[in-house]
């Protein structure tokens, strides 16, 4: 082993104070302690929709549950429609740069010179003795304190009246929910979500996550049972979370036989509305309101859609414990693409990650199509992807199916696994999008999806932007949190997966992670703490460097050496041509470093060992047994370096010269006493004419260039130029 003579770097320590100290609220194996606990908060909501002026106004009343050992004298609300107001933090600041020909939507972005009313109106907060309590509201968090003291193991019930007008989606960037208005038939679709104000979560971690919405960082939230009234034009259909729980009001006799005909097609979708009879409601316009109620259980928040523009289908999923529910609700624009693959992805998806983690428990997974985004909420998810007259173009189609596929999963991350998006948006989208990406491999292989190939770009970035994939939400740049929150994890897990740990080992240990921590707020430690627990595999390393560090994977193969034992009865002459040493000007013998395989074979003299250096040892190695066990035999010994600083498991590939090929595997722990460079010693039977590093690209390696002997030569660009004439 080469002596390291560059500064250790501790590759190798335990990350142990760069996570949270376990303790009895979360156990050093990456499980819930016997003293977790969580707080619950149960809704009865009110609302009404009106079409004519675009806004809603509703009465709520929270029954909240104090689970935790603290006693509480005030509660924070969250506000996340404040964010839209003129003046607080949002994106239109995000691309603040003016410069001649910005369009006129980039220019209301930055400026917002067409001001639009926004943000939430307050009627009152009142006690369940209807006494009027004190708040106190700042940007999109509101305090709330209680008039008598709730105390630990108590509940509290109290009531909140309010209004917002519903926001234009086209007029604000990254704009998750809103209307869309469509101008050929003068009607809208209503994507209704962070819509009543919420409880923000108090936990064992940092008492009350009140951290300001600022739109990247989404939302940390508590469970609870929801009952909702939703009151909306006549003509129109509402897809909700939860269970309807009054269709003889709300739907026709029609739509509810072909609903029980879903129920039995487990092998393609039924239409509740057709194009036909949407188009019909289409030219309705009600002046009538409808109420429709909805009952959820034990879910983290509430979202719905709204419009008379709506086409239905469904059809039903059998899983091995529950029979869910597939949905979608489109409108005509969104034919025929919509109605051929939208309720197909969502059963794939509802079949991939349950398999992956535990059964889907709800008994609805809805897919609503929208424009320029995806959004996730729990049992409903909002997907873009729309055709074009009709057409879509093979990469649009992969993208939209891609997003109902990621949207519905995160059903799991984070809607029922429950990690805190507003602080660690990575831990709900990156292992989402690795089992969204395993669902596209699986399902539609076809398909692009992602490798490892895939972070080399972001991976070879500018160090002085990059950030860890460990940095909080709303402190990652625009330009890089899709690479870095949703991609990088992604890898990360792919590798650990089909080249650490195994596939096997490994998805006994996600699915652990997700059982444990199914219903309940799980931390980055829980996660790491977790998967090495259920593998028995230092991780440590690896969570360093892939999580905590901007480093990259850059492995050269710097030299091979060829080696044979010298024996006395072989060819002497033979022996002596492949001695490769020369005499250079002062005299000195030197040793030349091969650029390739062409010079043959170094001798090695093989001594007999003295009895001195057994020490104490009687017993003798069997010398001539020895000496006739590398008879003929190839040693080649390798040097590999770490340029790119990321230490990562070393695959060989080894070609021999009759064509054929053998691969070996090194453990990442190889580079546990030189994190800088490494030799490692292999004997052959046959002749190697090539030796590649890291052959099937498992490990993100940011230059392959640098990873085969005989080294690859890269023509110069006069070279490059010369043969392009």
Known sequence: ????????????????????????????????????????????????????????????TITYYNNSPDDLSYLWIQLEQNVNKKGNEDFGSINNTIKNGMTSRQMQFLTRA??????????????????????????????????????????????IAWSYPITDRSMYLLSREGYEYFPSDDNTIYLIAHWFPRMAVYNDTEGWQNQQFQKLGEFALEFGDYDVEITVPEDHIVAATGLLQNSESVLSKTQRKRLD???????KPVMIITQKEAEAHEKQKSKKQKTWKFSAKNVRDFAFASSRKFMWDAQAVKLPTNTVMAMSLYPKEGLPVWQEESTKAVRQALEVYSEATFDYPYPVAISVNTSNIGMEFPMISFNGGRPKNGKISDGAKQGMI????????????PMIVSSDERKWMWMDEGLNTFLHQRTLAERYPGFNSVTPKSIVPFMS????????????????????????????????????????????????????????????????ADLFRTLEDATATDLDWFYRGWFFTTDHVDMELSQ?????????NSNIEDQN??????????????????????????MITMNTTPDAAYGQFLSRIDEPKLRKQLSGKNIYEITIKNVGGLVMPVTIEWAFTDGSKEIDIIPAEVWRRNEYEIQKTFIKEKKV??????????YADTNMKNNSFPKVETPSQFDAFKNTK
């Open 114 to 159: 067409i001001d639009f009313p926004a943000g939430y109106s307050i009627k009152y907060v009142k006690d369940a003795d209807g006494n009027h309590i004190k708040t106190m509201i700042n940007n999109t968090m509101m305090k709330v304190k209680l008039n008598t003291l709730l105390k630990s193991g108590e509940s509290t019930r109290f009531s």
């Open 560 to 568: 091979v050496k060829w080696f044979k034992v010298y024996e006395e």
């Open 577 to 602: 041509n492949s001695s490769k040493v020369k005499i250079d000007a002062s005299g000195k013998n030197v040793q030349v470093q091969a650029k390739d395989f062409s010079s043959g074979p170094e």
């Open 1 to 60: 082993m080469k002596a390291q003579t560059q500064p250790w770097q501790g590759k190798f320590e335990p990350i142990d104070h760069m996570i949270k100290p376990p303790n009895t609220y979360r156990t050093a194996s990456g499980a819930p302690g016997r003293d977790y606990w969580q707080q619950r908060a149960n809704y009865k909501i009110k609302v009404i929709l009106d079409e004519s002026n675009n806004t809603i106004s509703g009465e709520e």
């Open 689 to 698: 004419k090539e030796v590649n590093l890291d052959p099937n690209f498992e």
């Open 402 to 413: 891609g997003t109902i596929i990621h949207e519905v999963g995160h059903n799991w991350f």
């Open 261 to 267: 005909d879903a129920r039995k097609s487990f092998d």
């Open 461 to 524: 970035g500018d160090k002085n932007i990059l950030r860890p994939i460990m940095t909080t939400s709303d402190n990652e740049l625009m330009s890089q949190f899709g690479a870095n929150f949703y991609l990088k994890p992604t890898v990360g897990l792919q590798m650990l997966r089909n080249s650490i740990i195994g596939k096997e080992l490994f998805d006994e240990a996600f699915k652990e992670y997700a059982n444990r921590w199914k219903y309940k707020h799980p931390n980055p």
